[in-house]
């Protein structure tokens, strides 16, 4: 049975990982008829906005096949206002109950920021350094917290990164508010292959 509320949403990305971890994945929905149902609309349960690091394929992390799941990527998982609108799409016309913000360790957009805050980066692209800017702030409070460790301040910057979706999208606001959305933050290992919930905002129990 379909996810029809955060809870059983999250519930079931938790088992479909579960399953990753294990090397016992079930790919479901995954074949030429289920292909063919889906084609002319979709209707997911969750939608996913994440790290574009290669390594951190959605569906196959957490075993969910065609439909389920709408993705939203790009590098650090920074936000920004196409983000926010692929997000309110995702809300208001598929009626996801859950948004999952997911990062993962040794994340290099992050080392990136670190880097740039010493005066340590060295990329010749403008929209690079665009980005990783995007993530200084998180790293300077992490830093002035007396916080060093790239995955703990990848962890601020996932819990960051919820406070200004939500602060620019009142639509996912005022969801969350309802009870009718719950955002979740996560962090994923990439040897272990295990997601660790970091931050919720909103209903997560049955």
């Known amino acids: 049975m379909r996810p029809s509320n955060a ?15 294990a090397g016992t994945p079930a790919h479901p929905r995954q074949d030429a008829e289920l292909r063919k149902s889906v ?24 075993d969910v096949g065609l439909g389920d ?20 799409f995702a809300v208001e016309v598929l009626k996801v109950p859950l948004i999952l913000v997911l990062g993962h360790d040794s994340c290099g957009a992050v080392r990136a920021s670190m880097d740039a805050v010493t005066g340590d980066l060295d990329v010749e692209g403008q929209y690079i350094s665009k980005l990783v800017e995007r993530i200084r702030p ?31 999208s009142s639509l996912i606001r005022e969801r969350v508010e309802s ?14 292959g295990l997601v660790e919930l970091t931050t919720s905002r909103g209903q997560l129990e049955s």
């Open 69 to 88: 799941m709408f993705v939203v990527r790009n590098a650090g998982q920074v936000i920004a206002q196409t983000i926010v609108g692929s997000l309110e």
């Open 138 to 168: 998180t790293v300077l409070s992490s830093l002035d917290a007396g916080i060093d460790n790239i995955d703990l301040i990848n962890i601020n910057h996932i819990s960051d990164t919820i406070d200004e979706l939500l602060l620019m």
């Open 39 to 62: 084609a002319d609309a979709q209707h997911p349960f969750a939608a996913l906005f994440g790290c574009s690091d290669s390594r951190l394929s959605a569906e196959m992390i957490f």
């Open 7 to 21: 809870a059983e949403a999250w519930a079931t990305l938790v088992r479909g990982n579960v399953n990753f971890v």
């Open 179 to 192: 009870g009718k959305l719950a955002v979740v933050g996560a962090q994923y290992r990439l040897s272990e």
